[in-house]
């Protein structure tokens, strides 16, 4: 059912917002856990490649939820992807306060582009399955979009040279 199909009408529509609120909750509270900014020992792009992919493969339906909620222009969603975006924007700044990014980068764009690839490819799963020829909700699958997505993210399609 779509997002904005969710009715008013009295004690129903009181259930129903309590339930929302409460999905709302767990949906920021797993994002918060999943991105909040913290100390790595090792390969921190590893780690935070490994926590959004997390995100994405155990919470594959509250993601959606988002993403159809935003799409929908729905006030709650909107809320819980402005709270995605500060997250991601928050771990760049410290990324970048490390030294470990370009000091050009568009913080506001980089973590957009973040949150968008991630609720882009769940909103889109349909189609990626179908042009992938398998259920992208696989472990090889997931494996596989993860290592493509970081590849991305840390050297960009074009070769140096071909710039």
Known sequence: ???????????????????????????TAVARAALAVRRVEGDIVEDLAERLTALVADH?????????????????????FDTLTQLCRDQLAELQRRGML????????????????????????????????????????VRRWKEATTALFVSGEPRQGDR
Request: glycine share 6%.
């Open 60 to 80: 594959f339906v509250a993601l959606r939820y988002v993403a159809c909620g935003v799409a929908e222009q729905d006030e709650a969603a909107m809320t819980i």
């Open 102 to 141: 370009r000091a050009d980068l568009d913080l506001e764009w980089a973590a957009l582009h973040t949150v968008l690839i991630n609720l882009g490819t769940v909103i889109m799963e349909p189609g990626v399955s179908r042009q992938l020829r398998r259920p992208f909700l696989t472990k090889p699958q």
């Open 1 to 27: 059912m779509p997002c904005s199909q969710i009715s008013a009408g009295s004690n129903r529509a009181a259930s129903k917002g309590a339930l929302r609120a409460a999905v709302d909750d767990h949906v």
